[in-house]
């Protein structure tokens, strides 16, 4: 094992340090908990992650939160937005598996402050409120994705989100890893930024997205509803294999024309090359509807102890 010899520190104010052959009990004076320290075998990494940390804005104190949240607001510009995200899990009886997520938006549409708010639920077998947290930031992206904004801004309560997407903290846990993937994915066409701030301050737009958070975590399922979900999920896969064949598309190359195809969006002037691009993408959904399905009635089993 490589030692550690360089150290990132959030310090009691949330502001990232970085030392070299600090001692273990400056470290442990310097924070105020575990999660905030971390080592690393290489300078470059150190300042990579510290440079990181130093982007994002980790603001613990409720005011400023609220303050700077306010100011972005007056600034806010055509195709930036602001997402406010959450996760939420309670134990309660009969005990529900999986947790609710939510988020609220802002943007400007020609000037003019709009608002929007989604919510939902994921199914699991454990993580709790950390799979809605994670689930949150992937819909809310995806929403701003699908909208055609380019520049983020997250707002969220669990630090350990920015500290992932830092690469502070290891991701080694699945849901973790999942979120890694997922913020790959939108880094490579979203100029993203993450902001931290304290939960359950009377933050607004934080509360509304906890509020939707709640709302989705009503809509997931208890174990009875799983076990009368699940026939009606197999004989929906059991259809969709039998819709046709699935098959991943790829770029289509034509010899009498210049056209490359690489989606539906694109036009050909051969028309059986475009046809065949069309059939293409339709087995792709297919091929992904039915790995999601596959996917959900393996939880839904492993949930209820049924062996396949």
Known sequence: MAVKKYWVIINSEYKPELFENITWNEIKAKTESAQNYSGFPSQKEAEDVFNKLNFADLEPDPEKAKEKIENKIKNLQDRQIMLFTDGSYRDVEPRRYGAGWGYDSLYKE??????????GSVLALDSRQVIGETT??????????????TKVDIYCDLLDLVLW???FNNADKEVAKDYMRSMKF???????????????????????????AKIGFEETYTKDQLSDKLPKLEEELGDLCDSGSSYAPSDYYDDDSDSVIGDTGRLTDNQ????DTIDDYDGYQRNQEIDELEDLIAKIKKILGIDD
């Open 272 to 275: 059986d090359a475009y046809d």
């Open 165 to 167: 997407d830092c690469g």
């Open 186 to 212: 939108y880094r490579k066409e979203l100029d993203i930024t993450f902001h931290w701030c304290p939960s359950h301050e009377d933050i607004k737009y934080n509360e509304k997205a906890d509020a939707e």
């Open 110 to 119: 020609k000037g003019k402050l709009k608002e929007e708010s989604g919510h």
């Open 136 to 149: 949150a930031v992937d819909k809310a992206l995806s929403y701003a994705s699908l909208n055609g904004c």
